[in-house]
């Protein structure tokens, strides 16, 4: 299996599934097929290392599910920051903070293959450009939908906005819960992981990091 490097740097393996016409099986190109074949090879063989019969119902139709999950929650591998952010990005005076809070992600945990799942806060302050509020959370699941580690994800969407906007900085928390952490190992329920990545103006300067990291943790779901 080939391995690939993005234009964000990102390195994994050629994903069983490269486009949304792909991801609902409307690609019926020979190379697609055969690389779901492939998985679902994969897949029925790992059944059977567990004991379990891939010929019974329940599992029959398994491993073609598993293989179409696997390309939905992988199929960040195969977009750029410029797919996702398009035309969004607008000149605009405005020289006070950005924010959008508590925007959900659910990632893979590259060590165990389990998901984590929780909240990013993005923030950045205007350098003569703004994006349309809808693209961060964009970013956020084009880096979340890959095998990821909470830290460096934390990285690239901090990165990828600074690249897009050069703003005067960026500051990004993400508040996630590993399942590699509660449901096998240490087996804790409640423990969160809070990772931060702090660009320009939020790394530098103390008031707009803290005016930052308050907003951040404001407690409240609604408006």
């Known amino acids: 299996m080939s391995t690939t490097k993005g234009s964000d740097g990102a390195r994994g393996v050629t994903p069983l599934v490269v486009r949304a016409d792909q991801l609902t099986g409307d690609d019926e190109s020979p190379a697609t097929e055969a690389r779901g074949l492939e998985f679902e090879n994969l897949v029925r063989r790992q059944l059977e290392l567990l004991g379990e019969d891939p010929a019974r119902e329940g599992l029959v139709r398994t491993p073609s599910r598993v293989a179409r ?9 195969n977009l750029r920051v410029e797919d ?14 950005v924010m959008v809070r508590d925007i959900e992600l659910y990632s893979m945990c590259e060590h165990h293959m389990l998901p984590f799942f929780g909240k990013a806060h ?4 205007p350098n003569g450009k703004i994006v349309g509020l809808s693209k961060l959370p964009r970013i956020v699941d084009m880096f979340a939908r890959r095998l990821q580690v909470q830290e460096r994800l934390t990285g690239e969407i901090a990165e990828a906005v600074q690249d897009v906007l050069a703003p005067h900085g960026v500051g990004v928390v993400i508040e996630a819960f590993h399942l590699c ?3 096998r190992g240490v087996e804790k329920q409640n423990s969160k992981t809070i990772t931060s990545a702090l660009l320009g ?7 707009t990091r803290d005016e930052f990291l308050r907003l951040a943790h404001t407690s409240g779901n609604g408006p």
């Open 181 to 183: 952490m509660m449901m």
């Open 201 to 207: 103006c939020f790394r530098d300067d103390g008031r």
């Open 69 to 77: 999950s696997m390309a939905f929650l992988t199929r960040g591998y």
């Open 84 to 97: 996702v952010v398009g035309e969004g990005v607008f000149a605009e005076k405005h020289e006070n903070m």
């Open 122 to 125: 993005i923030a950045y302050i």
